[in-house]
């Protein structure tokens, strides 16, 4: 076993809590913020010796996934692969498969796009940050060169696998579900925008939104967020980096990162959501590639939006809510920031509008610097 996880072992052993969650809104208490302090301002000692997160060895990993058996695997990225296991819920030592808890395990590729920088950001932010629209991370292993994230295990996969995956597992998604799902997506999005965390995402796609067994959405994959800027500044400068189709054009052009810049990325993973379409797709025809591209003139135009719905929901959808829902994607996907919407007003419209019973959303109203989304109660 590495130094490292020899020295944090014992203390995280002594301070591991392991109470989670939590139903959280996004500016509720139940939201926590483990330290005051993070990003670039925390060493990697400090970032490592997180009183919410448990130290594993590499064996003790190694048992639990069966020896990262190639039919243990849940998925494959940029970091490298993910795998399933299982962990005794008190000791956290390995079981046998079937018993203690599920737990999925991402290790390392060490000859990935990803390093130990990226897998050092995920430590950091989800061993700070508690609530209910992010993953839990369970702990970590960092021995000799193995580098390992242990998370709760979502029953239901990816965001993704839902909206564009064939086979008796992925069952199409009721408009409702779909709902669900992007609400919760928001108010993740909106609590890592708050003042208590101040963190952009950075990397905000359908293959990111993961789903517990009641369809409760919850961001992953830490690796590329950023600390927001500081308050005297406007936006963080840096290399762009992200997912083709999902960052914002302005991001693309400058580099200049804002909390604007997610609710992009936001815009586009909701029209995915209401289309069933990838946001780049070659092998439709050229016109319709680009997903952002082909879909606006469509958003503008409550009669045409229907003609761009997902077919797999079969007209089944509140036609006001999907208006609605559209117009929301159209202001999020505006090519100026500063038109549009945060994520706090986000939620607020998706939330009233799953709760539409004498609800009324006017139309939306533009401001020099914010564009806000109000809602009133019809009398």
Request: with cysteine.
């Amino acid at each position: 076993m590495g130094t490292c996880c020899s020295r944090v072992r014992g203390k995280l052993q002594k301070k591991n809590t392991g109470s989670h969650g939590r139903d959280a809104n996004v500016n509720a208490s139940s939201s926590k913020v483990a330290s005051s302090s993070h990003g670039g301002n925390r060493s990697e000692g400090d970032i490592l010796h997180s009183p919410n997160l448990r130290c594993f060895s590499f064996n003790n990993l190694k048992t639990s996934t069966r020896n990262f058996r190639p039919d243990s695997v849940l998925g494959e990225g940029g970091f490298g692969s993910v795998f399933k296991g299982w962990i005794d819920e008190h000791s956290f030592s390995a079981t046998k498969p079937g018993t203690g808890i599920v737990i999925a395990v991402k290790r390392l590729n060490q000859e990935g796009l990803q390093g130990h920088r990226e897998w050092l950001a995920e430590v950091n932010y989800l061993g700070q940050f508690e609530h209910s629209n992010l993953v839990k991370l369970i702990g970590y292993c960092l021995e000799n060169e193995h580098r390992l994230l242990v998370y709760e295990f979502m029953p239901r996969g990816s965001l993704e696998s839902h909206l564009f995956r064939r086979g008796f597992h992925y069952k199409p998604l009721s408009w409702s579900l779909r709902m669900k799902i992007a609400l919760g997506a928001a108010k993740g999005l909106a609590f890592l925008h708050s003042p208590q965390a101040r963190v952009i995402y950075r990397d905000f796609k359908t293959s990111n939104v993961l789903l517990d067994s009641n369809y409760v959405a919850k961001l992953s994959d830490f690796g590329l967020a950023k600390d927001g800027p500081s308050d005297d500044k406007s936006h963080v400068s840096t290399t762009v980096m992200g997912t083709y189709g999902y960052a914002a054009p302005e991001y693309l052009a400058t580099g200049h990162l804002t909390a604007r810049s997610d609710v992009y990325s936001y815009g586009v993973v909701l029209l995915e959501m209401l289309t069933g379409r990838r946001t780049i797709d070659k092998n439709r025809p050229s016109t319709e590639q680009n997903l952002v591209d082909w879909a606006k003139p469509f958003l503008t135009n409550k009669r045409r939006i229907y003609r761009i719905l997902d077919p797999k929901l079969e007209g089944q959808y509140p036609h006001v809510t999907a208006q609605k829902t559209a117009a929301i994607a159209l202001l999020c996907l505006s090519k100026d920031p500063k038109q549009r919407p945060t994520m706090d007003e986000v939620v607020l419209v998706l939330e009233q509008l799953q709760n539409r019973d004498g609800v009324v959303v006017p139309p939306i109203h533009r401001h020099s610097h914010s564009t806000q989304l109000r809602t009133s109660h019809s009398s």
